[in-house]
């Protein structure tokens, strides 16, 4: 059985900085499209940041205008695992963070992904 787990969310103050860790299992998602999302109280789900592989161990990003510059998304594949470093956190960056994985690439931004995890909150306060 497919599962993806985040963690690593938390509380952290405006400027500050977290890591969300995201461990797939039940298959190797090397080739997969690894993304993530966000979803705000009374918003809709929305797209963060996504790797797309580029063939043997090389990976490309992809980022929401909001967070290109503060967050950096990569994985490893030995570990099965796609990170999210998010720097310079603002208030607008408060969510629940979801981990997505889907097999072809398409539209990165699209919700259209096979595989979620249950999401982790992140809370920026002031």
């Known amino acids: 059985q497919v599962q993806l787990v985040e963690t690593g969310g938390g509380l952290v103050q405006a400027g500050g900085s977290l890591r969300l860790s995201c461990a797939a299992s039940g298959r190797t998602f090397t080739t997969y499209v690894m993304g993530w999302f966000r979803q705000a109280t009374g918003k809709e789900r929305e797209f963060v940041a996504a790797?797309?592989?580029?063939?043997?161990?090389?990976?490309?990003?992809h980022y929401a205008d909001s967070v290109k510059a503060r967050f950096s998304v990569y994985r490893d594949d030995a570990k099965n695992s796609v990170y999210l470093q998010m720097n310079s956190l603002k208030l607008e960056d408060t969510a629940v963070y979801y981990c997505?994985?889907?097999?072809?690439?398409?539209?990165?931004?699209?919700?259209?992904?096979?595989?979620w995890g249950q999401g982790t909150q992140v809370t920026v306060s002031s």
């Open positions: 997505a994985a889907r097999r072809i690439a398409g539209v990165l931004s699209s919700t259209s992904y096979e595989y």
């Open positions: 790797t797309t592989w580029s063939g043997g161990r090389t990976y490309k990003a």
